[in-house]
Antibody
Framework: QVQLQESGPGLVKPSETLSLICSVS????????WTWVRQSPGKAMEWIGY???????TSNPSLSSRVTISVDTSKTHFSLRLSSVTAADTAVYFC??????????????WGHGTLVTVSS | DIQLTQSPSSLAASVGDRVTITCRAS??????LNWYQHKPGKAPELLIY???NLQSGVPSGFSGAGSGAEYSLTINSLRPEDFTTYFC?????????FGQGTKVEVK
């Protein structure tokens, strides 16, 4: 049974870098692609980006200049770094595993999410 | 970006009712439409992927349909544990986008 768990600081100061880790247990990390999604209060989910099984990354153009997603296969986790944060980055951040059928991706496993608040 | 308009935003129903939620995309998305269930404080769960494929372990009372830019999720007979929030997602074009969600409440 694959399980994902987000971890990281719950409070980040404006202009600093948000760093989160998603720990993966119960399955191989190297055979899959992995993604980050967030949800700000009262808003729809927002896709942040993903890292493929080959290590390439694709991110939301609205965030791409500030986003780094990477995988550490030896430690069975992947990470998100979001630089120069503002209050607009306050959200619950979710990590997820991607499944693929044909050319269609879907999130077949999610973490519970972790709240990150940007405030001084 | 592809916009997803989900409707209704909320609905009230009773145990045993059949309900349908729709997701309309701002352009054709070639069947790349997924449905999730999200209970407060828990990890979202995949119900349907690529329009109509039932995720392993999901009860058969859930079904998905659609084509082009119009998609739907149907719950055939509501169970008590189905009263929660559902949302759609398109993965046809990046940036992937989500619907606003539909809250299914007890009438």
């Amino acid at each position: 049974q694959v399980q994902l768990q987000e971890s990281g600081p719950g409070l980040v100061k404006p202009s600093e870098t948000l760093s989160l880790i998603c720990s993966v247990s119960g399955g191989s990390i190297s055979r899959y692609s992995w993604t980050w999604v967030r949800q700000s209060p009262g808003k729809a989910m927002e896709w942040i980006g993903y890292v493929s099984d080959s290590g390439s990354t694709t991110s939301n153009p609205s965030l791409s200049s500030r986003v780094t997603i990477s995988v550490d296969t030896s430690k069975t986790h992947f990470s998100l770094r979001l630089s120069s944060v503002t209050a607009a980055d306050t959200a619950v951040y979710f990590c997820g595993r991607l499944g693929l059928v044909g050319t269609a991706y879907y999130l077949d496993h999610w973490g519970h999410g972790t709240l990150v608040t940007v405030s001084s | 970006d592809i916009q997803l308009t989900q409707s209704p935003s909320s609905l009230a129903a009773s145990v045993g009712d059949r309900v349908t939620i729709t997701c309309r995309a701002s352009q054709r998305i070639n069947g790349h439409l997924n449905w999730y269930q999200h209970k407060p404080g828990k990890a979202p769960e995949l119900l349907i992927y690529a329009t109509s494929n039932l995720q392993s372990g999901v009860p058969s009372g859930f079904s998905g349909a659609g084509s082009g830019a119009e998609y739907s999720l149907t719950i055939n007979s509501l169970r008590p544990e189905d009263f929660t929030t559902y949302f759609c997602q398109q993965t046809y074009r990046t940036p992937w986008t989500f619907g606003q969600g539909t809250k299914v409440e007890v009438k």
